[in-house]
C-alpha cells in the first residue's frame, strides 16, 4: 500500500464518494458534493492510500489555523476495513503533522464510541465535547495527541 498526496479530480471524485456513503458522514449529513469541495479545497492536504491502483482510503489534513494538524477527516473503503489501513493512514498523518507541530487534533462524533476508543489507544486523549455541533442531539469530541508543548518545539 502507497500513501500520497492527492492528485486528480478522479481521486478526489473518488473520495468523495467513499465518504459521502460512510458513516459517520451519512449522519452528519454531509453528501458527495460537500464532500467533494473538502477533496479540492486548496487549504487542506489529502492523503489517499491505494493498493494496487485502487484507492484504498484517505486522510484530510488542516495545518493552519487555531488547531495546526488537525485531522479533519479519515476514512477507509469498507472492503478494506479491519486490514489495518486506518491506523497507516493515522500514522502517516500524524508524521506529517509532528514536522510541524506538537500537536495532533481530531474530532470524533459522540455515536461513534468505537473509533473514539481506537483514537484513544492511538495515545489521543479528549479534551473536550462540542455539544450539538454540526448535527442537533450529537456532540463532537475533540481529540489530542502530543510530543509536547507549543513552546517546546522545534519544527522539523
Not at 114 to 138: A, F, P
Request: charged fraction near 20%; include cysteine; glycine fraction near 6%.
Amino acid at each position: 500500500m502507497d500513501i500520497s498526496r492527492l492528485k486528480n479530480e478522479s481521486d478526489a471524485r473518488i473520495c468523495a464518494k467513499m465518504m459521502a456513503e460512510s458513516e459517520p458522514w451519512r449522519t452528519l449529513q454531509r453528501d458527495e458534493a460537500a464532500s467533494y469541495k473538502i477533496m479540492i479545497d486548496p487549504i487542506r492536504e489529502v492523503y489517499i492510500a491505494k493498493q494496487d491502483d485502487s484507492v484504498v482510503g484517505f486522510v484530510v489534513l488542516v495545518m493552519q489555523g487555531a488547531f495546526v494538524g488537525y485531522i479533519q477527516s479519515i476514512c477507509v473503503a469498507p472492503i478494506n476495513r479491519g486490514q489495518g489501513v486506518g491506523k497507516k493512514l493515522m500514522t502517516y498523518a500524524e508524521s506529517r503533522i509532528f514536522q510541524q507541530s506538537p500537536n495532533a487534533f481530531i474530532c470524533v462524533s459522540s455515536f461513534n464510541p468505537r473509533v473514539q476508543t481506537l483514537y484513544q489507544n492511538l495515545g489521543y486523549e479528549t479534551i473536550g465535547e462540542i455539544k450539538d455541533y454540526i448535527v442537533s442531539g450529537h456532540s463532537e469530541i475533540l481529540m489530542r495527541k502530543s510530543i509536547g508543548a507549543i513552546n517546546d518545539f522545534v519544527q522539523k
